[in-house]
């Protein structure tokens, strides 16, 4: 049964914007830190930004910080990822996960309920 599914992916110019979106159930917004991931073709996957169930906490990849922005919407049982200036390698299929601790680290091995992933295509 997939618990998190992504949506918002598609084409983007080089300094555009795109806003992607991860459904959650009620349960995995209250319990559980939220992270997006990106996997390029032939690269590792990456993790992007994490958020935290309780306190707020974020995490951001170097390569992101000051660009991406993660929030959370109970409302909408939503977990946003907003990407401003983006680049050319930010291009890829972007995975939100849930983890096991609160405050994880950037390590596959800490996330779990993968939702299937969302195309970011960075072109002119």
């Known amino acids: 049964q997939v618990q998190l599914v992504e949506s918002g992916g598609g084409l983007v110019q080089p300094g555009g914007s795109l806003r992607l979106s991860c459904s959650a159930s009620e349960f995995y917004l209250t319990y559980h830190a939220i992270g997006w991931w990106r996997q390029a073709p032939g690269k590792k996957r990456e993790g992007v930004a994490f958020m935290s169930a309780s306190d707020g906490w974020t995490y951001y990849s170097p390569s992101v910080k000051g660009r991406f922005t993660i929030s959370k919407d109970r409302n909408k049982k939503m977990v946003n990822l907003q990407m401003d200036g983006v680049r050319s390698e930010d291009a890829g299929v972007y995975y939100c996960?849930?983890?096991?601790?609160?405050?994880?680290?950037?390590?596959?091995?800490?996330?779990?309920?993968w939702g299937p992933g969302t195309q970011v295509t960075v072109s002119s």
């Open positions: 996960a849930a983890a096991f601790s609160d405050h994880p680290d950037p390590d596959e091995r800490d996330f779990h309920s």
